[in-house]
């Protein structure tokens, strides 16, 4: 199991940048594979970005690639999203996610995460 706690959310306006940090502990963090969601009111949660669990690989919604980058330091045991060029339809609740051990990395349904932090706050003003 992995504990997560996000930070770095806030107010920015549009074409600004944000920096999101998910500190994690427990055994397992460097070795699961890790993502980003974000769910704004009355939508559901919608995926962002997954990294590999060597940091090797990462992928992302058609909708931030470009303009998101994610990353990790499992030495640190934390995991990163650089937001920029940011636009108001990024507003939302943005999560850190552990994968849910043996799932394809490939499978970015939220059902194929087990453990998720509290979430942080990102809202883009025009």
């Known amino acids: 199991q992995v504990q997560l706690v996000e930070s770095g959310g806030g107010l920015v306006q549009a074409g600004g940048s944000l920096r999101l940090s998910c500190a994690a502990s427990?055994?397992?963090?460097?070795?699961?594979?890790m993502g980003w969601f974000r769910q704004a009111p009355g939508n559901e949660r919608e995926f962002v970005a997954v990294?590999?669990?060597?940091?090797?690989?990462?992928s992302y919604s058609d909708s931030v690639k470009g303009r998101f980058t994610i990353s990790r330091d499992n030495a640190k045991s934390t995991l990163w999203l650089q937001m920029n060029s940011l636009k108001p339809e990024d507003t939302a609740v943005y999560y850190c996610?552990?994968?849910?051990?043996?799932?394809?990395?490939?499978?970015?349904?939220?059902?194929?995460?087990?453990?998720w932090g509290q979430g942080t706050q990102v809202t883009v003003s025009s």
């Open positions: 996610a552990a994968k849910r051990p043996g799932t394809n990395y490939y499978n970015q349904r939220p059902s194929s995460y087990s453990d």
């Open positions: 427990g055994r397992t963090f460097s070795s699961s594979h």
């Open positions: 990294i590999s669990w060597s940091g090797d690989t990462t």
